[in-house]
């Protein structure tokens, strides 16, 4: 998994982490919004397991006024992504390809489910993530259809723990685009490095000890 660039990612290797209150400063933030040239849309991430076909993770970008993912109680972990709850600001074209590449591996491969919405409907669910906060352990299916139930055009989403529930209630009735990566069809242009986080030696010699 070591490609170019460590210096740009410090990343654990599970699927849905322990729930951590980050709150970058203005600053960090500031620098890294990026906002896509493409109409407002909301893009459904789900994690699958390849040995039991289980879900094991659900994120969501949202690209409207900015492009942002909402990434409750995961693992990924990149500099030039700044983050507040849960919140990953600058999602990029090139930080959204390691953010899949990443997930895509020998033993999970990524859905992705990509709706585009009117403008004011994607700033309502930006306005959500972006106010939700951290997410404890495990419930990152459930946070995700909590908040969309709450938004016109998503009441028949319920509230629900499990990933692929989530991804199959996005799905119904809706014009989503779908796409399935594995780890073989993953964009690893990204040229960024993916380190465990308990290799602290590694970690070192890319520069990213506190």
Request: aromatic fraction near 8%.
């Amino acid at each position: 998994m070591l490609r170019a660039l460590a210096v740009l990612a410090a990343l654990t290797l599970t699927a849905c982490g322990s729930a951590e209150n980050i709150y970058a400063d203005d600053a960090a933030v500031a620098q890294a919004r990026y906002s896509s040239s493409e109409p407002p849309s909301i893009t459904l991430f789900t994690v699958i397991t390849k040995r039991s076909g289980a879900g094991a993770h659900s994120a969501l970008m949202v690209e409207g006024s900015e492009s942002v993912l909402f990434d409750p109680a995961g693992s990924f972990k990149l500099r030039m992504m700044p983050e507040r709850g849960d919140v990953l600001f600058g999602a990029t074209p090139r930080a959204m390809a390691a953010y899949v590449d990443y997930h895509a591996r020998e033993t999970h491969f990524v859905r992705s489910q990509k709706l585009y919405l009117p403008p004011q409907t994607v700033e309502q669910i930006l306005a959500a993530v972006k106010s939700n906060g951290a997410v404890p352990k495990a419930h990152c299916a459930n946070s995700i259809s909590r908040l969309l139930g709450q938004v016109s055009g998503f009441e028949d989403i319920a509230t629900t723990y499990f990933p692929k529930a989530l991804e199959s209630a996005f799905d119904q009735n809706r014009a989503t685009i779908h796409q399935t990566i594995t780890e073989e069809t993953a964009d690893k242009s990204h040229g960024i490095v993916f380190l465990d986080k308990n290799d602290k030696a590694a970690i070192a010699a890319a520069g990213l000890a506190p």
